[in-house]
């Protein structure tokens, strides 16, 4: 896979983060919340480095916290590739692969129409992913609260299984590559796109959330979700092949 069949990957992890916003921005905030404060010294110059220090240290926990779930991403695309490879190499039949590239790009189809608010049938996968969460989730207490950027890392670790339906849907790409390697730099790209926007929650709590929750926003990056997943349909469905395409299809040829 090259770095520019990626780039689809990726502005799909920008473009759903609206996704995440609603969906994480209370796990966000109670990280914040969970994070100790420390009192300022009393002079004033003191404090005022103090505060300096304090804000670098949560930047830092913020910067491990996000680490810690691209990597968990990242450790689900290995996982889910490698089964895939195993498969295939026990059955050898290519038309699977060729339906499982339909069923990628319909999960993002389907995705664009979940951040349109149009259709919500990923939350049935989300219920799913629930029997795996269950048991993860009482591992978070133990964490809290967060007083090192080890714990911050973890504590991410153990959100990035959170059932997620976004996820889901670029983790079937990741299954197609087949190689583990492979498998972990699809769901890695798509962690370095949802980034921006909840490093920008972490740092500055819940300021962009009014803004990100709006109709409009949700459609635009919606639509342009949607639009990837088609271009991938009829790419597939007709064998086009451009250098544009490839740099935003999901399709055989871009794997």
């Not at 920008?14 to 300022?40: E, Q």
Request: aromatic share 8%; proline share 5%; charged share 5%.
């Amino acid at each position: 896979m090259t770095s520019l069949a990626l780039l689809p990957i990726f502005l799909i992890g920008l473009f759903g983060g609206v996704h995440c916003v609603g969906m994480c921005g209370g796990i966000v905030g109670a990280f914040s919340v969970a994070t100790p404060k420390r009192r300022p010294f009393p002079l004033p110059v003191t404090s005022s480095n103090h505060l300096i220090s304090a804000a670098a240290d949560g930047s830092l926990r913020v910067f491990a916290f996000n680490a810690g779930r691209i990597a968990s991403y990242m450790l689900a695309g290995a996982l889910a590739a490698s089964l895939a490879g195993n498969l295939k190499t026990l059955i050898h039949i290519s038309e699977m692969q060729t339906a499982g590239y339909w069923l990628a790009n319909l999960m993002l189809i389907a995705l664009g129409a979940s951040l349109m608010n149009l259709w919500h049938g990923l939350a049935r996968l989300e219920a799913l992913g629930q029997i795996l969460w269950r048991r993860i989730q009482p591992l978070m207490k133990n964490l809290l609260p967060v007083e090192s950027i080890w714990q911050a890392a973890a504590l991410g670790g153990l959100w990035g299984w959170v059932p997620c339906g976004m996820v889901y849907s670029v983790l079937m790409t990741a299954l197609l590559t087949g190689s583990a390697a492979q498998g972990a730099l699809v769901m890695g790209a798509f962690g370095l796109g949802t980034l921006p926007l909840l490093l920008s929650m972490g740092m500055l709590g819940t300021t962009l959330q009014p803004l990100l929750r709006k109709p409009a926003v949700r459609v635009l990056a919606g639509a342009l979700v949607l639009s990837f997943g088609v271009l991938g349909l009829l790419r597939v469905a007709t064998g086009m092949s451009h250098g544009w395409l490839d740099a935003v299809c999901i399709s055989p040829a871009a794997m």
